[in-house]
């Protein structure tokens, strides 16, 4: 059974999630690319480049979109199957809609940078080759079948080495990446997915 204090800090990280989420849309929001300024404001569109054009990318960058939309995928795929599950708990139906509402975005986003930059969305790693911290096909197919209890527990289980893929990934992007906008998408990654890992620790004890 789930303990007063357990549940006063489940819902704290849940508080703090919602935070991060919040920041995290207004960070995309204006990562979407500057418009163009107005002849009234004294500049031609001709002398005004797109944002996209503005800031170089290189190999990491790319690599590490094009290796983050299926991760991502994959992770709204597993919270979906959770979702779907009869008499789902308040805690995890919060966790995995907090899952859906930060990586979707996101994946938009990184749609809209491979198309900027002329790179195709599955590039070397179509089929998730290498790509870390994803679960297999017997994996989903086993918490497609588990009954709702059991279901909790297993994707708390994936989830957390899902997540700790993602953080992975989002390090080797800091360390070699050089798009500001990609960069700081691999932060937001660290500090939520983060947070998450933290909270379905705790969720863990409950079970």
Do not use: Y
């Not at 690599?63 to 992770?75: G, K, L, S």
């Amino acid at each position: 059974m789930t303990s007063p204090t357990r549940r006063r800090d489940s819902a704290s990280l849940l508080t703090a999630l919602a935070a991060s989420l919040a920041a995290g849309a207004a960070l995309l929001s204006g990562c979407a690319g500057q418009p163009a300024a107005s002849p009234d404001a004294g500049v031609t569109p001709a002398t005004t480049a797109p944002a996209s054009e503005q800031q170089a990318h290189n190999e990491a960058d790319v690599m590490f979109t094009q290796m983050m939309i299926p991760h991502h995928e994959q992770a709204i795929e597993m919270s979906d199957i959770l979702l779907a599950k009869p008499g789902l708990g308040t805690e995890m139906t919060d966790l995995a809609t907090a899952i859906k509402d930060a990586q979707q975005p996101e994946i938009d986003q990184m749609r809209a940078w491979l198309a900027a930059w002329g790179e195709p969305e599955g590039g070397a790693h179509a089929g998730h080759t290498g790509i870390d911290g994803m679960v297999s096909a017997d994996q989903l197919d086993a918490l497609r079948d588990a009954d709702t209890l059991a279901a909790s527990e297993l994707f708390l289980e994936q989830m957390i080495g899902h997540h700790e893929g993602a953080v992975a990934m989002a390090e080797e992007e800091l360390a070699s990446g050089t798009d500001p906008d990609v960069r700081q998408m691999a932060e937001d990654v660290i500090a939520t997915q983060t947070q998450e890992i933290e909270l379905m620790r705790e969720l863990q004890v409950g079970f």
